[in-house]
């Protein structure tokens, strides 16, 4: 074969891989909807005031310049038994392309059964696909680093620092068994965020929350 139409072919073959490349990384249709579920860390608004330093609000700001439609349905101190309740009612009325699950902190935190909260946003992404969404499951801040047990507060139910530190343990368990157990859902990893963005061991700093939405817009 003659050398020059043995690189023409060569550089034809070339283009085309990174053709079929480029179009199978970027070429992906950006979904024309979202929904966040969560708690205190997704809502935007709190006894009736707009939250605006959390996560959903900033993406709302880059991606409805998009033309891409968010909504949320979290509460402040709202469990997955809450969140999983809501969602079936919100997707009676409602579509989205995507639907993002954040919780599990108030269940660690209040009682709930490691298994009941899995077994909630299992069903959850079951519940999102029937109804032709994306589902996402956000497993959280990295808590061994976050959570800074000199921040975290007792309560009266939980009046020790010891207490305190067993329901760290039982939400960082609970963390890294949502990779093993949830099926059918893509896994957002944990999120790289220092202790010293939150004050009070739990609730990220609007630094954090930025660190929050940067991440999610990878996805």
């Known amino acids: 074969m003659n050398k020059k139409i043995f690189y023409g072919v060569v550089t034809v073959i070339g283009l085309g891989l990174i053709y079929l490349t480029v179009k199978k990384v970027f070429g ?3 979904p ?3 929904l966040f579920v969560g708690d205190s860390i997704t809502a935007i608004d709190y006894k009736g005031q707009p ?15 998009k033309g891409i439609k968010i909504d949320v349905l979290a509460e402040a101190g709202k469990t997955t038994g809450w969140q999983l309740a809501n969602l079936i009612e919100k997707l009676k009325t ?4 995507r639907i993002y699950i954040y919780g599990g ?3 660690m935190f209040s009682g709930v059964s490691k298994t009941k909260a899995l077994s909630n946003i299992q069903q ?14 956000i497993i959280g801040y990295d808590a061994q680093i976050f959570m800074d047990e000199n921040k975290l507060k007792t309560t009266k139910d939980v009046p020790t ?13 609970f963390q890294n068994s ?18 010293s963005m939150t004050v009070d061991g739990i609730h990220p700093t609007p630094s954090g929350q930025k660190i929050i939405a940067d991440s999610l817009l990878e996805t």
């Open 94 to 97: 409602n579509k989205y392309d």
């Open 161 to 173: 620092k010891a207490g305190m530190v067993a329901l760290k343990n039982k939400y960082i368990d």
């Open 32 to 34: 024309k909807s979202m």
């Open 28 to 30: 992906k249709k950006l």
């Open 51 to 65: 939250v605006k330093t959390n996560y959903p609000y900033l993406l709302m700001q880059d991606l409805g310049k």
């Open 178 to 195: 949502i990779p093993t157990t949830i099926t059918g859902a893509k896994i957002v990893k944990k999120f790289d965020i220092p202790s």
């Open 124 to 137: 959850m992404v079951d519940i999102s696909k029937k109804n032709g969404a994306d589902p996402y499951v």
């Open 105 to 107: 902190i108030n269940d």
